[in-house]
């Protein structure tokens, strides 16, 4: 009975596990702009773009773009959500999320605001 039941329990974590890996999250290339370099960064539950000086890397400021609930009852794995591309447009940075949600961050206040991602296309550079 032991184990028929660890048999059972193996390839149930097996299976579950291998139907839960997420790809791996977006490459998003940073931003320069007037000597400072934008880039994304997250853990999957909260997004944040990080400001940096050009010319020594310290970091300036962080701006939380944007923080999502994760369920504790299902895999943490397919709930995480990353940055999947940003452009620059005038002194405001434009966001988009993987799950097609985009942003707008003031460069000058560090405020952050959804938008309407029809208003501004896609976010992806051309390649």
């Known amino acids: 009975m032991r184990t028929w039941l660890r ?3 193996i390839v149930w974590f097996a299976v579950s596990g291998a139907c839960a890996k997420r790809t ?3 490459v998003v290339t940073p931003i320069t702009h007037n000597g400072v370099v934008y880039s994304a960064t997250a853990d999957g539950e909260t997004a944040f773009v990080v400001a940096a000086d050009e010319k020594t890397g310290k970091e300036l400021w962080k701006a939380e773009v944007y923080r999502i609930q994760i369920d504790p009852t299902k895999e943490v ?3 995480t959500i990353f940055i999947s591309g940003m452009r620059l447009s005038g002194e ?3 966001i988009q999320d993987e799950a097609g949600r ?3 961050l003031d460069l000058e206040t ?3 605001q959804g938008i309407n991602c029809k208003k501004y296309r896609a ?3 051309a390649v």
Do not use: G, H
Request: aromatic fraction near 10%.
């Open 24 to 26: 791996p999250p977006p």
């Open 102 to 104: 985009c942003y707008r």
């Open 92 to 94: 405001r940075l434009l």
């Open 7 to 9: 048999f059972v329990l």
């Open 110 to 112: 560090r405020q952050v």
């Open 77 to 79: 794995d397919v709930q």
């Open 123 to 125: 976010l992806r550079p």
